[in-house]
């Protein structure tokens, strides 16, 4: 049973425009929220998260909402940039419980 | 501050053989999770210590296993390899222990070839 999904393996857009990455979960106990960001050859970083008190949380050109209603997370970059294009992981944690991460959304950003 | 470290980078090993890997978490960090990554997969959660007890366990055979140390570095080990086990085996720390809001910092892998 996937706890945590991304429903969409990859995504393109063009430079400049919004990205919106999304992900769903099943486990309406799950209270925190993290996005990551990997690149080739590379482990993954952290990016943003969000609380499961909250329904939005902005950090420069990146923000992740939070619809606990329909248990949907997703991720806004605006403007995106090359640099952007990665794989990006959705991750949901239970309180004092481990991370469980999505299978991942590849992020190609075309200049 | 020096990043999380996990070697080997590459590693190739036969079927049957054992492995172990090692991780070294940020400095101050106390909690190490481990993490195996296959083609297509997200991120399968193995095991996380903290302060050298296991917290948390995957749905991993007992094949499988790890261990902490004092200085919080810690090692997973795979006992009678099979071609599945060729992953990329992602290493993480985090200050305070899973569920406490605290993001991991992951090191870049160690990429197991099983052949």
């Known amino acids: 049973d996937q706890q945590v999904k991304q429903n969409s393996p990859s995504l393109s857009v063009q430079e400049g425009r919004i990205s919106i990455l999304n992900c769903d979960y099943t486990?309406?106990?799950?209270?925190?929220f993290l996005w990551y960001k990997k690149y080739p050859a590379e482990g993954p970083t952290f990016l943003i998260s969000i609380s499961s008190i909250k329904d939005k949380n902005e950090d420069g050109r990146f923000t992740v909402f939070l619809n606990k209603s329909a248990k949907h997370l997703s991720l806004h970059i605006v403007p995106s940039q090359p640099g952007d294009s990665a794989v990006y992981f959705c991750a949901a944690q239970l309180p004092a419980g481990k991370s469980t991460f999505g299978d991942g959304t590849t992020l190609t950003v075309k200049p | 501050k020096a990043g999380v470290t996990q070697t080997p980078r590459y590693l190739i090993k036969t079927r049957g053989q054992q492995v172990t890997l090692s991780c070294s978490p940020i400095?101050?960090?106390?909690?190490v999770s481990w993490y195996q990554q296959t083609p297509g997969q997200g991120l399968q959660f193995l095991f996380e210590?903290?302060?050298?007890?296991?917290?948390n366990k995957g749905n991993f055979p007992g094949r499988f296993s790890g261990r902490q140390f004092s200085n919080s570095r810690s090692e997973m080990n795979v006992s009678t390899l099979e071609l599945g086990d060729s992953a990329l085996y992602l290493c993480?720390?985090?200050?305070?222990?899973?569920?406490?809001?605290?993001?991991?910092?992951f090191g870049n892998g160690t990429r197991l070839t099983v052949t």
């Open positions: 400095s101050g960090h106390r909690s």
């Open positions: 993480a720390s985090s200050l305070e222990p899973g569920g406490s809001h605290s993001p991991l910092h």
């Open positions: 486990n309406s106990m799950f209270d925190y």
């Open positions: 210590y903290f302060s050298e007890t296991q917290r």
